[in-house]
Nanobody, 118 residues
Framework: QVQFVESGGGLVQPGGSLRLSCAAS????????MGWYRQAPGKQRDLVAG???????NYADSVKGRFTISRDNAKNTVYLQMNSLKPEDTAVYYC????????????WGQGTQVTVSS
C-alpha cells in the first residue's frame, strides 16, 4: 500500500530553488505531523523539516532559513520549498510522519532525487 508519493526533484545549479511535493493518504495526513527527510549516498536518513497538523514547523540547522515546509490539508499534500540550494543538499528526499513528534515512521515511498551541481 503506497502511503507517500514524492515529486518535484531534479537537477539544479547552486543557489537555485526547487519545490517538492508529497501526497499522502487522508487518514495519515489528518492524524500526524508530517516531515521531510533526506538521505545522501553513504549517509543516514535525516529529518530536515517537520510540520504539525496545525502548521507549527521545525527545521534542521543545516536548512534553517533556506527551506520552508508547508501543508495543504484540503489536498493531503505537504511541500518543501528549497531556496539557496547547495551541493551538500544533494540527496534523495522522502516524506513521512515526523518521527520526532510522532515517535514512529511508516513505510517509505520511493523518494525524489535532488541534485545540486554546476
Amino acid at each position: 500500500q503506497v502511503q507517500f508519493v514524492e515529486s518535484g526533484g531534479g537537477l539544479v545549479q547552486p543557489g537555485g530553488s526547487l519545490r517538492l511535493s508529497c501526497a499522502a493518504s487522508e487518514r495519515i495526513f489528518s492524524i500526524y505531523a508530517m516531515g521531510w527527510y533526506r538521505q545522501a549516498p553513504g549517509k543516514q536518513r535525516d529529518l530536515v523539516a517537520g510540520i504539525t497538523t496545525r502548521g507549527s514547523t521545525n527545521y534542521a540547522d543545516s536548512v534553517k532559513g533556506r527551506f520552508t515546509i508547508s501543508r495543504d490539508n484540503a489536498k493531503n499534500t505537504v511541500y518543501l520549498q528549497m531556496n539557496s540550494l547547495k551541493p551538500e543538499d544533494t540527496a534523495v528526499y522522502y516524506c513521512n510522519v515526523d518521527r520526532l513528534r510522532s515517535g514512529i515512521v511508516l513505510s517509505w515511498g520511493q523518494g525524489t532525487q535532488v541534485t545540486v551541481s554546476s
